[in-house]
């Protein structure tokens, strides 16, 4: 019962971390649109080509979850995506600075 829990756990944490890339794509794009110079166009295509990625992989994985024990294609997910935030983390990217926090945030001030 508890291993159960832990794996329909970690399914809802990857889902609301999907879910979050998601919603910071939709709040961000106007700011990545800006800082790499892309057409509308150039943003809603690559926007297009995230989706399409994620269904196929989704089509993919529902498929596998029948042949795989979930625990393998989770972890599987996990470390996929974690090779993918150190190759986007790089320096071979060298956009990477532009939505670096510290290049938007304002100085912390007190309130008076």
Known sequence: MGFSLIQWG???LFFSLNLGGVIS???GSHAIETTLGLSSAQIG???GSYFIAYAISQLLLGSLFGLVPSRWLLGGSALLAGL???VMD???FSWRGAYSPRRWAKPWRPCR
């Open 90 to 92: 790089s320096p071979l």
């Open 45 to 47: 295509s690559l926007g």
């Open 25 to 27: 794509y939709a709040i």
């Open 84 to 86: 993918g935030a150190l």
């Open 10 to 12: 970690l399914a809802l």
